[in-house]
């Protein structure tokens, strides 16, 4: 029965666009008619409804927690695992003078604690609601949100970023998601010394293909591809090409594991990838 609700919350929350959970019209215009006093337990709220967000509400430690307080505290754990994100992963990439893109921001929680260390940030995704959300819980004065389209994206400087970053997003993209994603980056990207940090998931036993998602007929496939739980592994060599295809060059490419050793088994098969415009 949990099942059927989880996909009836994803089912009126999501927008058009694949992987656009909390997209739907209707969050920014319930939150931005909520009281003040109310606003934040109620994105809080929103976002326990997405399949990417407080997803230990099973641990004993909270078995005496009300639903609010539960999600207060998992909030705090979200902003210190992504303080952990930045010093054992974005620190060496990110300078104080840097104007930085966090594209595939979510409610930003990376956002959040790389402000602090930057000139400004950009922080563009294709959910609306989860933009809403972060303009309430994760808003520092030098974070600029953005919605992943075109007209919007305008607000970027082309040319004048100079480091943009993404974590847990190209692995949820198709291959001509991921190239608009590239064709952006490689518009706002400043030519000389910019740099392009990307968290990718390489194909292994588990991780299947764009292709082997398609082609999974059976009820359980179908249904997570036609609501957009699907994420794809890919070669190294497939990363290469697209990125040679939209004009950057890789640098260098670090396995995950190395940089938060005691989770090297979970993520034995993915890496930071780093590039720069060729």
């Known amino acids: 029965m949990s099942k059927v609700l989880d ?6 929350s999501r927008g058009s666009q694949p992987q656009n959970f909390l997209g739907a019209r209707w969050i920014g215009w319930y ?4 009281s003040p006093k109310k606003r934040r337990i109620k994105a809080l709220r929103i976002l326990a409804m997405s399949p990417h967000y407080f997803l230990d509400e099973a641990n004993p430690k909270y078995a005496n927690m009300s639903r609010d ?6 909030f705090n754990v979200l902003v210190d695992s992504r303080e952990d994100m930045y010093q054992r992963i974005l620190k060496p990439y990110l300078g104080q003078d840097d104007v930085v893109l966090d594209y595939g921001c979510g409610p930003g929680f990376i956002s959040r604690v790389v402000a602090p260390r930057v000139k400004q940030v950009y922080s563009t995704d294709i959910s609306s609601g989860a933009l809403a959300c972060a303009r309430i819980l994760n808003n520092p004065e030098n ?3 953005v919605l992943a389209e075109p007209e919007s994206q305008k607000v970027i400087p082309d040319g004048g970023i100079d480091v943009i970053y993404s974590f847990a997003v190209i692995q949820h993209l198709t291959d001509e998601a991921f190239a608009s994603v590239l064709e952006v980056c490689s518009r706002k990207l400043k030519s000389e010394g910019g740099k392009l ?9 588990i991780w299947k ?5 398609k082609a999974d007929q059976s009820v359980q496939g179908r249904l997570k591809y036609g609501i957009g739980l699907h994420c794809f592994g890919r070669t190294l060599e497939r990363h290469y090409e697209l ?5 950057f060059k890789v640098l260098d490419v670090v396995n995950l594991g190395d940089l938060v050793p005691e989770m090297a088994d979970e993520v034995h098969s993915q890496r930071m990838l780093i590039a720069t415009k060729a």
């Open 197 to 205: 940090v990307l968290h990718i998931q390489l194909t292994d036993d």
């Open 7 to 12: 996909v009836i919350k994803w089912t009126v």
């Open 243 to 247: 990125l040679e295809q939209h004009g």
């Open 31 to 34: 939150l931005a008619r909520t």
């Open 143 to 145: 974070v600029t949100y």
């Open 209 to 213: 293909t764009e292709d082997e998602h």
């Open 69 to 74: 307080e539960y999600l207060e505290d998992a």
